[in-house]
């Protein structure tokens, strides 16, 4: 309420949701490791992931790719995207290509 | 009256104009200035709902923002809103929310989309909302403010302001305010809302994510038929297979589809049959059909299927001028809603 002839007003925006989440563990090569790649849907993110890709087999023995697309690039990828990829690679790597 | 039990921060100003500047230089506005929501006007919103101001109206589905009864209440005042305007920012709210709607990416985009709302029912004659003349212009308080704190709520509460979170290239007009009434009076056809699912008699919100729309004019012809050949060449600018886009046909159209005894349902069918042309024609006008041969021979509409396009009616007597509003992602990744308003 007001105190004498003030105004109390609020505030109108709103607090983030912020979930703290730990860093994944970082393989102490790559050598061997199957590579996820994992595309955003925007028009370059494949050809970005591929070129990553590239990349890195120059510098390490990898032991394959699994790519995938989370097929909406506003979205978070759908859980059974994640879990299905999280099995099959040691490593995943994203990428926005716009 | 009972205090009621805030959560927001609450901040001292000497007057009205101390806290419009402040709105201002925090970033809490749209650039227009704003109704100071002070905690009395606010109660008075929240009270509107009959829930208490915590109570969750909405959950933006990727980052997780809650919007309050107290966060839409606050916005709503400063956007100019009365309170009894609040059942239909509730629905609108609750449709704005709901996961196919796609609310952060056509927020942020470059692609720049704005949320429309179309009310339909008896809510919105009881709260005066526009459906005529100049419908989706200025001058009605409740059209203005409910589009308005709609827009405020996603600065203020999602935090996707211009600059920010918001990358639209260009933007949007209606990224101020846009929201209207359909003019269920002038339509021989059921309304909207009905179409869309909910039951006659009742009030509700549709939301669209829409793009820039285009205004179609057609003074030469009474038949339906050339009154939507009008709009083909429209829809070829716009792209091929939209899965949602949304026709508004204003009252000399629609006479003329009530004199030559159109049902509804014809005017997605003619326009979906219609406004096709060759893979080959779309790729060359830059608006390539994604996965098929770039020099291909057979037909592919602008919209993927005739119950892609939502018609409504609106607009004033004068004049034959409809429009055509595609939707952001032409709907892959963002659908039209539609709620109940719950009174």
Known sequence: ?98 | MTEMPFTSDAIEVDDALQAIELYAERGWTDGLPIVPPTEGLVAQFVEALNVSPDAVLGVEPTKGAVITAEKAAINAVMAGCKPEYMPVLAAAIDAITDSEFGLHGISVSTMGSAVLLIVNGPIASDLGMNSGVSVFGPGNRANASIGRAIRLIIINVLGTRAGELDKATIGHPGKYAWCIAENEELSPWEPAHVTRGQSEGSSAVTVVPGLGPFQVGQHHDDNPERILDAFIDAMFAMGPLMKDALIVLCPEHIEHFRTAGWAKAQVGQYLHENASRSVAEWEFAGRPVAGNDPDGTELVSALVSPESLITVVAGGGGGAWSQIIPTWTHGRAARVVTKPVTV
Not at chain 1, 3 to 8: A, F, G, H, M, V
Not at chain 1, 17 to 45: E, F
Not at chain 1, 53 to 68: M, P
């Open chain 1, 1 to 98: 309420m007001a105190t004498d002839s003030k105004l109390r007003v609020l505030d109108p925006t709103g607090q983030p949701t912020i979930v703290q989440q730990g860093m994944a563990r970082r393989p102490d090569t790559l050598d061997g490791a199957v590579v996820g790649l994992l595309a955003n849907h925007k028009l370059n993110s494949e050809p970005l992931l591929e070129a990553i890709y590239d990349v890195l087999s120059e510098r390490f023995e990898l032991g394959g790719r699994v790519a995938v697309n989370k097929g909406d690039a506003s979205r978070p990828a759908a859980p059974e995207v994640l879990d299905g990829i999280a099995k099959e690679v040691d490593v995943i790597i994203t990428a926005n290509g716009d």
